[in-house]
């Protein structure tokens, strides 16, 4: 990604118009994708509003910008500045983001897009250095491009406007279309990054001055996953000869935060301005504990069945049953939070509390919330385990904008209390097994598994309860080697599956479309015979990572023994 970073800072001078910023996402295949120039403009509004803020105060900038003002279609998603990480709420996945700057005559300035187009027909934009060495050529009358020195196994032919994988020879169509310019960057930014504008566009994550912020701990011992370098034409087409995906927190939840420049991004909360509401910020990190109790999947074709707790029959009284109804309920919010927390005795530590970012030595500013109960807002404890310090009411608010199943995740370290569940909507889950071998593993037959989701009607677990949810794609056909590990890795899968945690209802990165059903940071191999798109086998990293990803969900051998 460095040979393209530098490409697109050649294309400006010290003589180039006044710069223009463009906001990019990392996908999970390291690619960045830029958000639409109207959506870049309201982030870079709020951003320079922040900076503003932030100079006013002496302090780094601490906002938070939710895209849904921007875009309805973006309801789920909040950046959070100082980390410069993308927050879903629907799933609590998380993904880099990074600020660039380009000329203003450059094709972002013009809000020219260049797009490829995806196995389903939808068109994916490029990369904006991408998109702006295919606008200089265009406006050269070159014929092809050559994306090789950005790292990419490309060639693209303007006239034919076909993009060719250079080692599989697959071709994609690709076009050029006008949308909204990206927003100019004005009133300049007194960091040195912006200071350098005029030399060409910021290629670096812009943290302005965040140096010294805590970086996420490293997951050791955990590999990525194995790609060929030619970069293959199904499922996606994958634009990096290489990926820059990064691995999950130890313990961690979902997302496979992004790495640039060999710089980790912190897990960092989002600030809150108004701390009596639990706004979408806070829904950002608090997804990551969202779940629904109950709806467990038997691993026949047997439809799923709720399941609810039940007062014993034996009850003789209304008063004797609320007793024992209160007592039994492990999903009551202030019975979870006081069954995971020891409260400090004391003085409390000098530490902000990273939920509602406000001293620990304060009161929290969720006093007000309707769940408080008995807990007043100056009580502080420590996770049992991780001992990590919180507001006990900043936690009971994080738990009750969840879906409540009895479980807790630190938002600190993500070391899970309880058992996670997840969103997942009703379906079945099928196993067989056949002769055939796969590649890398021709010791031993296969093992398939197929999933069955159907569209249906949202819960209040999934972002729009009451809408519809579509399901693409359905049944999907995956595959594990029919050896010791690859059994280990379907049984937790069925454990996974029980606990809802396999798919979940958000919008499809491959084509845009939200409410719709899509997979859950737990990786499957849905390709048998090749794998040039990242989704088969050879890949002898693959049941590693895998068992990886599920113990990040809270799924380990553990849960076999049980």
Request: charged residues 20%; hydrophobic residues 35%; proline residues 10%.
């Amino acid at each position: 990604m460095a040979a393209a970073q530098a490409a697109a800072g050649s294309s400006a001078g010290p003589g180039s118009s006044a710069a223009v910023a463009v906001w990019e996402w990392q996908d999970e295949l390291g690619r960045w994708r830029p958000y639409p120039g109207s959506v870049c403009g309201y982030i870079e509004q709020q951003f320079q509003a922040a900076q503003q803020r932030g100079r006013r105060s002496g302090t780094g900038p601490g906002s938070s910008i939710p895209l849904g003002q921007a875009d309805p279609a973006l309801a789920p998603y909040v950046i959070d500045i100082p980390s410069m990480t993308q927050f879903r709420q629907d799933t609590g996945t998380m993904r880099a983001v990074q600020r660039q700057l380009f000329p203003g005559d450059s094709a972002a300035g013009q809000g020219i897009v260049w797009e490829w187009q995806n196995d389903e027909g939808g068109w994916c934009p490029y990369q904006m250095s991408v998109t702006v060495l295919l606008e200089q050529a265009h406006a050269a009358s070159r014929p092809r491009v050559d994306l090789a020195p950005l790292g990419y196994s490309y060639e693209v032919d303007l006239a034919a406007q076909v993009q060719t994988n250079t080692a599989t020879r697959f071709r994609r169509g690709v076009r050029r279309r006008r949308d909204t310019p990206y927003p100019p960057c004005a009133p300049p930014c007194s960091c040195q990054q912006c200071a350098a504008a005029a030399a060409g566009p910021l290629t670096a994550r812009h943290r302005h001055g965040l140096a010294g912020l805590p970086s996420a701990a490293s997951a050791a011992a955990f590999l990525p996953y194995s790609k060929p370098s030619a970069p293959g034409a199904r499922p996606t087409p994958r634009l990096a000869a290489h990926s820059s995906w990064a691995p999950p927190q130890p313990a961690g939840p979902s997302a496979a935060l992004a790495v640039s420049n060999g710089v980790s991004v912190p897990n960092l909360p989002v600030k809150m301005p108004k701390p009596s509401k639990v706004t979408q910020a806070l829904a950002g990190i608090s997804a990551i504990l969202m779940s629904a109790a109950g709806l467990p999947v038997h691993i026949t074709s047997v439809p799923a069945a709720a399941t609810t707790h039940r007062a014993s029959k034996k009850h003789s009284s209304v008063k004797e049953g609320r007793k024992v109804s209160k007592k039994e309920n492990p999903t009551e919010p202030e019975a979870v939070v006081r069954r995971y927390l020891e409260e400090v005795k004391g003085s409390p530590p000098d530490e902000d509390c990273i939920i509602c970012m406000e001293k620990l030595s304060c009161p929290s500013g969720y006093g007000d919330a309707p769940e408080a109960g008995s807990i007043k807002p100056e009580l502080v404890g420590r996770l049992r385990s991780c001992q990590h310090p919180f507001h006990l009411l900043c936690l009971l608010a994080m738990y009750s904008n969840g879906n409540k199943d009895g479980s807790l995740q630190c938002p600190s370290c993500k070391t899970i209390y309880g058992e996670k569940t997840g969103t997942q909507p009703k379906g079945r889950m099928e196993v067989s097994t056949f002769p055939q071998s796969l590649p890398g593993h021709g010791d031993c037959g296969t093992i398939q598994i197929v999933y069955h989701i159907s569209r249906g009607i949202q819960g209040p677990e999934h972002p729009n309860p009451g809408l519809p949810y579509t399901a693409r794609g359905f049944p999907r056909y995956c595959y594990l080697p029919d050896n010791e590990k690859g059994r280990k890795v379907l049984e937790l899968l069925r454990v996974a599956w029980k606990r809802r945690l396999i798919f979940t209802v958000g919008t499809s990165s491959t084509t845009g479309e939200s409410n719709t059903v899509v997979w859950n940071e737990i990786h499957h191999k849905t390709e048998m015979d090749t794998n040039l798109s990242g989704h088969g086998y050879p890949d002898p990293n693959y049941l590693d990572n895998v068992l990886a990803e599920l113990a990040a969900q809270g799924v380990t051998e553990d849960c076999l023994r049980h």
